[in-house]
C-alpha cells in the first residue's frame, strides 16, 4: 500500500508548522505527563524517585526531596506551570521550525 501526500490545504507553504498549535499540544503533553508524576509520587514516593534518580547519572533526588506534604494545590501549580512553559517552549520550536524552513525553500 502506497501513502500519497496531497496538496497542502491549510493556505501556508508545505512543511510550515502553525506555532500555536504545537505549543498547545506540547503543553498538553507536559500537563498531562506531569499529573502522572505526581500520581506516581503519591502512590509510589520511594520507586518514582529512584526512577527519576536513575535518569540523573549518580545525582540523588532523595536529598532534594520536599519535607511538605503534597497537596491538590502544589500538584496543580506545578501541572500548569509546566503546561504554560511547554506551550512556550512548542510555540518557539514551531516559529525556529517555519522560520529555517523558509530560508531553505529561498
Not at 526512577?51 to 532534594?64: C, E, I, Q, T
Request: aromatic share 8%; glycine share 8%.
Amino acid at each position: 500500500m502506497q501513502h500519497v501526500v496531497g496538496p497542502c490545504t491549510t493556505g501556508r507553504p508545505h512543511g510550515q508548522a502553525q506555532s500555536h498549535q504545537h505549543g498547545v499540544s506540547a503543553g498538553i503533553t507536559a500537563a498531562v505527563l506531569s499529573a502522572l508524576c505526581a500520581a506516581a509520587f503519591v502512590f509510589w514516593p520511594d520507586a518514582t524517585i529512584e526512577f527519576f534518580n536513575s535518569w540523573m547519572h549518580g545525582l540523588d533526588l532523595n536529598k532534594a526531596r520536599s519535607s511538605a506534604p503534597l497537596t491538590v494545590g502544589r500538584v496543580l501549580y506545578g501541572v500548569i506551570a509546566v503546561a504554560i512553559i511547554e506551550f512556550v517552549s512548542g510555540v518557539l520550536f514551531a516559529s525556529a521550525h517555519n522560520l529555517l524552513n523558509r530560508r531553505e525553500d529561498s
